[in-house]
């Protein structure tokens, strides 16, 4: 049985975090071999999902743990 | 992302209530970047969100001794962050709406993917520049609050789907159903922009050996 787009794009998320069983990943392979539309979907998807995890992308505030630990010398010296 | 050391956590959170507290400051210093993060995905602001990163810290010291094992630190932490960012929200009234609205997993909307072909891939060398950082920042805000949360523990901080769910208090399940559809809104939207920040092919080294 050949498994459609739609089908394809509903286990995108699963299948990048390698989380679909065997048969159903083969069916997606299999798809994937000849449809450029779901390889560039898939592929994008990745992209994002590699760039998300980038440290890059969220900065803390310049300072942010500096300020932090001087707030927790504050409380531990309150509570002292 | 290092992942926390359970071991040599409950030792210190020992030492600390046996009077180390010093220790506290390296405690949580495997956990403040979570702590903001999300806390910035909620409140959507830096000012805020640092205020109530500190907050957390805080109520993390003095709930220190409440804290059970059965947990990882970070993921406990994480559910204090995550009240503290609620809290705020409800005092803020109108701003919960919005995330009231799309609340729910039975919330519809187009999870359809952007339809395109020939993905160039972009390197994370693109995120040197700020254009690019902002587009994928904005992305993720837009987001309605129940997927923002998933894509920031998830994809930002990449927790696993066990420790997402314990953070926010939701199923394995509902993670999953919430990451597909955060990513694949996020793909929708992003894809035709991230278009510009792929390089251009070379061709001058085409055709050498």
């Known amino acids: 049985m050949r498994i459609d787009c739609k089908h394809v794009w509903q286990h995108i998320s699963a299948y990048i975090d390698g989380d679909v069983d065997a048969v159903l990943r083969a069916e997606i392979d299999r798809h994937l071999e000849t449809c450029e539309i779901c390889s560039a979907v898939l592929d994008s998807t990745r992209n994002v999902v590699v760039l998300m995890a980038d440290g890059r992308v969220f900065e803390l505030p310049i300072g942010f743990s500096r300020r932090l630990h001087d707030r927790i010398d504050g409380e531990l010296e309150r509570a002292s | 992302m290092n992942a926390p050391n359970s071991e040599r956590e409950s030792e210190w959170i020992q030492r600390i209530l046996a009077g180390e507290k010093y220790l506290f400051h390296d405690l949580i210093r495997g ?49 204090i962050a995550r009240n503290e960012g609620l809290g705020r929200l409800r005092k803020q009234g109108s701003r919960r709406e919005e995330s009231l609205d799309a609340n729910t997993d039975e919330h519809t909307g187009d999870f359809t993917p952007a339809i395109l072909t020939n993905w160039r891939e972009i390197p994370s060398d693109a995120l040197e520049q700020k254009e690019l950082r902002d587009i994928l920042l904005s992305a993720i805000q837009r987001l309605p609050e129940i997927y923002r949360n998933i894509v920031v523990l998830r994809d930002v901080e990449e927790m696993d789907i066990r420790e997402t769910a314990a953070a926010l208090g939701i199923s394995e399940g509902a993670v999953k159903v919430r990451l597909h559809r955060a990513r694949a809104m996020l793909q929708r939207e992003l894809a035709p922009q991230l278009k510009a920040f792929a390089p251009k092919r070379k061709l001058f080294l085409w055709g050498r050996v």
């Not at chain 2, 409140?43 to 003095?62: G, R, S």
């Open chain 2, 31 to 79: 956990c403040e970047r979570s702590i903001y993060i999300l806390l910035f995905s909620l409140l959507k602001n830096e000012a805020d969100a640092e205020d109530a990163a500190q907050e957390t810290v805080i109520k993390v010291y003095q709930n220190l001794r409440h804290f059970r094992g059965d947990a990882q630190f970070r993921t406990w932490v994480l559910s």
